[in-house]
């Protein structure tokens, strides 16, 4: 099995800049995409960002100019810069993962993976 650790999150104003990470650790293979989601009480879970293995990123336009995924494909990781925050920011962000598990010798399995989620309130 594969389990992602979030971390990062917290309380921070308005303006200000937090960064997520999220760890991904188990029979892994190999990752393809890696994204993170947010959700608030109440609306669906909502696509932020993701980035591909080779490092190609897309946004939600609300985030657009703002926040900044990146990877770390030895380490296993995926991270959000966050800047410019607002208080519409604030949500319970997941990280998800498009892994493939396994050995070619015993065999491959693909599957999606997510995190607990972490929380981020940005409020003066």
């Known amino acids: 099995q594969v389990q992602l650790a979030e971390s990062g999150g917290g309380l921070v104003q308005p303006g200000e800049s937090v960064r997520l990470s999220c760890a991904a650790s188990?029979?892994?293979?190999?990752?393809?995409?890696m994204g993170w989601y947010r959700q608030v009480p109440g609306k669906q879970r909502e696509l932020v960002a993701a980035?591909?293995?080779?490092?190609?990123?897309n946004y939600a336009d609300s985030v657009k100019g703002r926040f900044t995924i990146s990877r770390d494909n030895a380490k296993n990781t995926v991270y959000l810069r966050m800047d410019s925050l607002k208080p519409e920011d604030t949500a319970v962000y997941y990280c998800n993962a498009a892994v493939r598990t396994g050995s070619i010798l015993l065999g491959l399995r693909d599957g999606d993976y997510w995190g607990k989620g972490t929380l981020v309130t940005v409020s003066s």
């Open positions: 188990g029979a892994i293979f190999s990752i393809n995409d």
């Open positions: 980035i591909d293995s080779n490092g190609n990123a």
